[in-house]
């Protein structure tokens, strides 16, 4: 469960670590601003030494957490706790929490070093050890020869890993990521994605990364926390919320998600496109349903004899996302291996086939249930 | 809770809940600046509004006689009123219309052709910041005394004598142009910064219009706002210049109160005290254009945007 | 003639001709010409005559140094020096309050007060001159509204003076310094805040740390400009001390209307050189701060 045994050997130095990672607890957090509920009662549990990313939609209330955590904001009720002490009073400059923010957050009239050093020159930290540390973590994001440049010398990429050397600067216990990649472009944002990784994992300490990027936060995160309307949908590992997503929302908003008219079946099982397949989850209490599949999990080839029609073909490198019309109304989209989609043009005819496995059943749209 | 929830909505601080003692701290806290804030806003507020207020008082009530408003019923038929009014408002917009004809062509063919000129235009534009207008007064009563001097018997001695014409003095134009040119400037700049014109061209070009089409109905209109501010603002210093016309023995409205204060203190104020509501008046009237301009293009909040352009160092008010 | 933009046709022949815009050049012809004729030209005899000489027997100009040298003596000194103090004085005063007022304004959340206090700055920064002089009469002069509710005449106050000067300047300066330091307020980000408490910082600290060395430039421009402001105001004391408060303007304005001796025009050419020198030094501090403060809070 937790990283931290692993975390101790390639430290570059003993005084860059935090000590161990600590235990965050939301408790039935509550927020209102104005009539928008940001968050509405959540609970969630950050283990020691895991990456947990908060994914959701924007104003799902993600950052609001976030935010609580940091002290930035107070809860209309609830408490946050951090290995097991009641931190919901404790004013923002005194919590334990490293914050990097979502961008221009480096303080313009200091350089790099200054930066880095801030929370330092606040405790009067001697000149000479806050230059050492600053020096230390400057080395630790990659970028040693930097200490001299301002922020509007440094690309957005650069200032953000000194914004992390700075929030690492007072060894916090827990590491706060606050969208902090969304302003860069694609390139540094899959590269910094990886380094801040590496970093945390070799620290061991216990980071909470808000992003509304799915990519972002199955890639990085030991544990991904899916929250809507304030509330927490579902918190598991990348690939269980992938596979057995618990709600119809989870399934939608990670990954793509085909929408599929089916029926229920008198053995508890569905039918849909023509195949009878197991349910997984619960059941709805109306027999139309609407069954959720994976493009992955679809298979369509070119058939003369199909009642399927291919409408566009879009090649994604190893695979091909074939859309093709159903007959009955609606369309389906199905991720077919590029080497085998080569027939698969516009107007073509193909059979379209859902993969034999466990599915997730929603009720349908006008089914009353 | 979750049903006291929606009522707390507006105020924080003022439910029940919040009786708990560590939130009665954070409360308190929070209040304070706001006492700060009330403190400082009040007191800013009686400096402003008591010179105004009195000089209301000031102008309708005479220790000893009640109150009258003679003050303001005299003001139309006093002597002199109209006549140096109305060639203030003369001289604005002829002000208005000049600096804009030499600025807008200028600016929008620097950005769109010579690009390499933009810093020397920004030069000649901001330079009269640093000559305040008594200096400038000083140079042009030089250059004017270089008239019967040197050139009485060449034609350009006629320019001379037409341009102090006591009717219209051109002169006063000149020089207002002159103060007027750095507020434009900026106004236009500022205006101009925030539409990309060579692509706005492009696009218009692209859709077969022709140049000058392009800058009448593509540029000007989205530089309304801009053009509005220049023009508030140049109107606000021609009215107001005293030191230039009164140096050169000219007679428009600024220099027309001071000349009644001496027989009639209360018009004097009673007029100051109109063109501060005329100047405010014109102000509003001009963040509301903004405002509607805004609202048809994503720019910046318009009263903010407006007042912006109004921060001009050295504002041309002597 | 040293008119210092004679020379902006030749540059303009010298611009690369762009395919698209070939004579754009063109629509800057007429400003420049213009500012040569009506600006240049004035500026340049004012220069001309701060440092020349006719000689009235001869008719021969010389060179000198005199007129100079003469405008930085004795009265014409003390006016330069009253000038400086004056607006000095005025502008740390206003540069304070109307921080003031504008961090009160820009931490509100209301938006109404917000729009109310920057129309009004708006308006009230280029409220001045003639009418303002005239309102402060009415408010704190002789017979004004508030000196005699206050009895102030009693308690020593008189309006045209130093301190009379400097309250009137306070009403134009403070309104203008509101309208330079909200958008540097404004420009201040959220995220330095929480940033520096996050690293354990009090809000004193904060602003000790961040808040006040990022809005030095801006505040210290703004100082810059209200100094220039109030360096270059005129009509207000014209209309109310007459000659009472040495100023370099009314001194100036004096000797150009030849109510001093003849033959001090000169002199007066020399103090507006003075004047320009000292507006000038004001910009090329302004300036740089300008720059930096921009590059730092957007």
């Known amino acids: 469960m937790s990283l931290t045994s692993t975390a101790t050997e390639d430290r570059p130095e003993e005084g860059t670590t935090s000590t161990t990672g600590a ?30 990313a908060l994914l959701g939609p924007s104003g799902c209330g993600k950052t ?65 050890e806050r230059r050492a540390r600053a020096a230390e973590l400057l080395d630790l994001v990659g970028l040693p020869e930097h200490g001299d440049r301002y922020p509007h010398q440094m690309s957005g990429g650069q200032q953000q890993r000194v914004a992390l050397a700075r929030a690492l600067a007072l060894r916090p216990r827990v590491l706060l990521l606050d969208e902090p990649l969304s302003a860069l472009d694609a390139k540094v944002r899959l590269t910094l994605r990886e380094e801040i990784r590496r970093l945390q994992l070799s620290l061991g300490i216990t980071t909470i990364f808000v992003t509304h990027d799915q990519e972002e936060a199955l890639s990085m995160a030991d544990r991904v926390a899916v ?7 579902q918190c598991a590992p990348p690939a269980e919320l992938y596979e057995r997503p618990a709600t119809a929302f989870v399934a939608e908003f990670v990954g793509t998600m085909n929408r599929l008219a089916g029926r229920l079946t008198d053995g508890g099982q ?22 959720l599949i994976r493009p992955e999990n679809i298979t369509a080839t070119a058939d003369p004899a199909g009642t399927a029609t291919v409408v566009s073909a879009s090649f994604f490198g190893s695979v091909t996302r074939v859309l093709l019309d159903l007959p009955g109304g609606g369309s389906v989209k199905s991720d077919v291996p590029s080497r085998d989609a080569g027939e698969l043009v516009p107007g073509v005819r193909a059979t379209v086939e859902p993969a034999r496995r466990p599915v997730l059943v929603v009720p349908a749209p006008g089914s009353g249930a | 809770m979750a049903a006291l929830t929606p009522t707390a909505a507006p105020a924080p601080g003022g439910t029940p809940r919040r009786a708990r003692d560590p939130k009665a701290v954070r409360v308190r806290a929070r209040r304070r600046p706001r006492v700060w804030r009330g403190a400082v806003l009040a007191l800013a507020g009686l400096y402003f509004l008591v010179p105004l207020l009195s000089s209301f008082v000031f102008t309708v009530h005479t220790p000893g006689q009640g109150v009258s408003f003679a003050a303001y019923t005299g003001i139309l038929s006093a002597e002199g009123f109209t006549r140096s009014l109305l060639l203030s408002l003369g001289l604005a917009a002829a002000t208005i219309l000049l600096a804009l004809l030499l600025a807008v062509p200028a600016l929008v063919g620097v950005r769109l052709g010579a690009p390499r000129l933009r810093p020397l235009v920004e030069i000649v534009c901001m330079l009269p910041l640093v000559v305040p207008p008594i200096a400038l007064v000083t140079g042009v009563t030089t250059v004017l005394r270089w008239g019967p001097d040197h050139l009485s018997r060449t034609p350009l001695y006629q320019t ?30 500022a205006g101009l910064r925030a539409v990309d014109v060579p692509t706005l061209v492009e696009a218009a070009r692209n859709c077969g219009a022709s140049r000058l089409y392009v800058i009448l109905r593509v540029i000007l209109p989205n530089l309304r706002s801009s053009l509005a501010g220049a023009s508030f603002l140049t109107l606000a210093l021609v009215l107001g210049e005293y030191t230039i016309a009164s140096l050169l023995g000219f007679r428009p409205f600024a220099v027309w109160i001071v000349s009644v204060s001496g027989a009639q203190a209360r018009m004097s104020v009673a007029v ?18 903004g405002t509607r301009a805004a609202s048809a293009t994503p720019a910046p909040p318009a009263p903010s945007g407006t007042s912006a352009s109004l921060t001009s160092p050295a504002s041309g008010k002597e | 003639m040293p008119a210092p933009s004679s020379s902006a046709p030749g540059a303009a022949d010298g611009t690369r001709r762009r395919r698209r815009a070939p004579r754009a050049w063109l629509g800057a012809l007429p400003l420049l010409v213009f500012a ?70 820009v931490t509100s959340r209301g938006g109404a007060l917000r729009n109310a206090v920057l129309t009004a700055s708006g308006v009230l920064a280029n409220f001045g001159g003639i009418p303002l002089a005239f309102a402060f009469v009415a408010t704190l002069g002789i017979s004004g509204v508030v000196t005699r509710l206050g009895h102030l005449d009693s308690a020593g106050w008189n309006l045209y003076s130093f301190t009379g000067l400097a309250v009137i300047y306070l009403y134009f300066l403070v309104p203008l310094m509101v309208l330079v330091s909200v ?26 740390h961040v808040g006040l060395p990022v809005l030095a430039p801006s505040l210290l421009g703004g100082f810059v400009l209200l100094f220039g402001s109030a360096f270059a105001a005129h009509a207000t004391a014209a209309a109310l001390v007459g000659g009472s408060v040495p100023l370099v303007t009314l001194k100036i304005a004096d000797a150009l209307s030849g109510n001093v001796l003849v033959g001090q025009e000169n002199v007066a050419l020399a103090l507006s050189l003075d004047m320009i020198v000292i507006a000038g030094l004001v910009m090329a501090v302004y300036l740089p701060l300008q720059r930096r403060s921009t590059r730092w809070l957007h």
Not at chain 1, 23 to 50: I, K, N, S
Not at chain 1, 270 to 291: F, I, N, Q, Y
Request: glycine residues 8%.
């Open chain 3, 36 to 105: 040569a004729l009506c600006f240049g030209l004035p500026v340049g005899a004012l220069l001309y005559g701060a440092v020349t000489r006719d000689d009235p027997a001869t008719g021969a100009t010389a060179l000198t140094g005199e007129h100079l040298q003469r405008s930085l003596q004795g009265p014409y000194l003390t006016s330069l020096a009253g000038s400086v103090e004056l607006s000095a004085l005025t502008a740390v005063i206003a540069t304070l309050l109307g921080t003031l007022i504008a961090q009160a304004v």
């Open chain 2, 272 to 289: 100051s005290l109109l063109s501060l509501l005329i100047t405010w008046a014109l102000l509003l009237l001009l963040s509301r254009a």
């Open chain 2, 160 to 189: 001379f004598l037409a341009v102090q014409n006591e009717s219209f003095p051109v002169v006063l134009v000149l020089a207002y142009t002159v103060l007027a040119l750095p507020f434009v400037y900026r106004s236009l700049d």
């Open chain 3, 183 to 208: 958008p540097a307020l404004d420009g201040l980000r959220p995220q330095w805040r929480e940033a520096a408490q996050n690293a354990g910082a009090t809000s004193w600290q904060f602003w000790r």
């Open chain 1, 23 to 52: 235990l965050v607890e939301f408790r039935g957090l509550r927020r209102a601003f104005g009539p928008t509920v940001a968050l509405d009662g959540l609970d969630l549990t950050a283990r020691p030494g895991e990456l947990l």
């Open chain 1, 270 to 291: 569905v039918e849909v496109a023509g195949v009878t397949l197991p349910v997984d989850g619960e059941l709805p209490a109306s027999r139309e349903v609407e069954v």
């Open chain 1, 227 to 233: 929250l809507n309307a304030g509330r927490l949908e």
């Open chain 1, 64 to 128: 609001t957490a976030l935010r609580v955590l940091a002290g930035f904001e107070q809860p209309d009720s609830g408490e946050v706790l951090v290995d097991g002490e009641d931190i919901t009073r404790v004013p923002a400059n005194r919590r334990d929490a490293g914050m990097v923010f979502q961008s221009y957050s480096l303080f313009p009239h200091l350089n790099a070093r200054d930066n880095v050093a801030f929370g330092l020159r606040v405790r009067k930290v001697s000149a000479a």
